[in-house]
């Protein structure tokens, strides 16, 4: 578990995203962005949880999310 750090980025159908474009797009307002939680795994970023700062956001996963499961 962790949160927001500028030049973060996410795998997702085998392209790599930054964070910052994602919060952006999700239009996340920039005093919120340290506070939403994102999941890691080994180290990389693998899941946002949008859903847990706001119920009617989904949360966005990235490819290492699906294999974990």
Known sequence: ???FQNGLKIQKNNM???VSEILRMYE???RVRFKIPMLFRNQQLCSILFSLWD???KDFQGDLYYEAK
Request: glycine share 8%; net charge positive.
């Open 1 to 3: 578990m962790g949160s």
């Open 16 to 18: 790599r995203k930054t």
């Open 28 to 30: 996340i307002p920039r």
């Open 55 to 57: 119920d009617k956001l």
